[in-house]
Structures are given as C-alpha cells and as structure tokens.
C-alpha cells in the first residue's frame, strides 16, 4: 500500500450537472507530537533516521540545557563517517547547521526521496539534557 503524504490528501466535491468536478486540497496537521528526553553524553553524539520521500517536510525541535550542534545529512554519508571512525578529513553534504544552539527547529523538505540523519552533537565536557519534539503525522492513521 502506497503511503500518503499529508500534502498529497485531496477532497473532491460534488459538481453541479455539465460542471467539472471542483478539486479542493486539505491541508493536515500533525495530531500529535512525539516527544522525549534524553542525555547526550560529553563528546559524543546521537542521531535520529528519517525516511523521507521527495517533498516531504521534517520538522524537528529541540531543547537544550547547555549549547550543542545539529545538523541535517544524507544518512549514507553519515554511516560513511562512522565507518571512517569519524575521521575528520572525511566530507558529507550537509543540508542545515546550526552550531551552539540551546533552542532550535530543524525543517526541511527533501529535494529527493531517501533516508536522511539529524545529527545532534555535544563538543562540551558536560553532559546536555535535551527535549525532543517531533510531529506525529501518522498519529490520526494509527487509531
């Protein structure tokens, strides 16, 4: 079964005789969000795979008790830079940055389908306790 984004729903309504059928879109918000809490350890960092398909928006929150990075990539180069040992010399496209942030949203719309990471990182000698929203799209279709 084909998955529907939320931008692509439509409604059609009734036409009048010998009148073309009106094509109206609806437009969907999130019902819900994801939300959780979590440490990320001095020096390290955590990321979070979204698979996305051409056009759709990722929208991503966070909230953080001390300042740390984010950024947006392709999952495949992400993966390349663990399996380097996340060798310093090794590039990747990065989509959106955004250094020393204790407060940020994260959105994106993928030019192209594919499997995408939001890299979260803390550079610091402290641990950062960060809160996470994320929009439930599919909330509504799981009830």
């Given at each position: 079964?084909?998955?529907t984004?939320p931008?692509?729903i439509?409604?059609?309504t009734?036409?009048?005789?010998?009148?073309?059928?009106?094509?109206?879109t609806?437009e969907?918000?999130?019902?819900?969000l994801?939300?959780e809490?979590?440490?990320l350890l001095?020096?390290?960092?955590?990321?979070?795979m979204?698979?996305?398909?051409?056009?759709?928006?990722?929208?991503?929150?966070?909230r953080s008790?001390?300042?740390?990075?984010?950024?947006?990539?392709n999952?495949?180069?992400y993966?390349?830079w663990?399996?380097?040992?996340?060798?310093?010399?090794?590039?990747?496209?990065?989509?959106l940055e955004?250094?020393?942030?204790?407060?940020?949203?994260l959105?994106?719309?993928?030019?192209?389908?594919?499997?995408?990471?939001?890299?979260?990182?803390?550079?610091?000698e402290?641990?950062?306790?960060?809160?996470?929203e994320?929009?439930?799209?599919?909330?509504?279709?799981l009830r």
């Amino acid at each position: 079964m084909p998955r529907t984004k939320p931008q692509d729903i439509h409604s059609e309504t009734p036409a009048e005789a010998g009148q073309p059928k009106a094509r109206t879109t609806v437009e969907k918000k999130p019902s819900g969000l994801i939300c959780e809490a979590i440490t990320l350890l001095a020096y390290d960092e955590l990321p979070y795979m979204f698979e996305l398909e051409e056009g759709e928006l990722l929208e991503f929150t966070l909230r953080s008790d001390i300042p740390v990075d984010v950024l947006l990539c392709n999952a495949s180069d992400y993966d390349r830079w663990v399996d380097s040992g996340y060798d310093p010399e090794i590039a990747f496209s990065v989509h959106l940055e955004a250094e020393d942030v204790r407060a940020y949203t994260l959105r994106f719309t993928a030019h192209l389908p594919g499997e995408y990471a939001v890299l979260l990182m803390n550079w610091t000698e402290c641990p950062a306790d960060l809160a996470i929203e994320i929009p439930d799209w599919l909330e509504t279709a799981l009830r």
